[in-house]
């Protein structure tokens, strides 16, 4: 069984930054693909974007250009570099992981799951 366990996230103003990661712990062999989803009030969770153990990544539309995942596959950790938050990033944000090489969409999502970090872009 693996455990996501998140670190991160808290209030910020439009135009700042946030840093979100989240560590894996458990069987080595159980985590390929890493990722983050969020969802805010009255709307479906969403992709906001994956990484492989190979460096295949995934974005968001909506976030592509201001957000960046990264990993470091020995420490088996995953970070989200959250850059010109606007409202609408306001959201709760779930760490996923799957052992398979998985190439998220906002339907196919790992099995596993952290316990979620609030964001808040507010002025």
């Known amino acids: 069984q693996v455990q996501l366990v998140e670190s991160g996230g808290g209030l910020v103003q439009p135009g700042g930054s946030l840093r979100l990661s989240c560590a894996a712990v458990?069987?080595?062999?159980?985590?390929?693909?890493m990722g983050w989803y969020r969802q805010a009030p009255g709307k479906q969770r969403e992709l906001v974007a994956g990484i492989t153990s190979g460096g295949d990544t995934d974005y968001n539309q909506a976030v592509e250009g201001r957000f960046t995942i990264s990993r470091d596959n020995v420490k088996r950790t995953v970070s989200l570099q959250m850059n010109s938050l606007k409202l609408e990033d306001t959201a709760v944000y779930y760490c996923n992981a799957d052992p398979r090489p998985l190439r998220y969409t906002d339907s196919r999502y790992g099995m596993y799951w952290g316990q979620g970090l609030q964001v808040t872009v507010s002025s």
């Open positions: 458990g069987p080595i062999f159980a985590v390929n693909a």
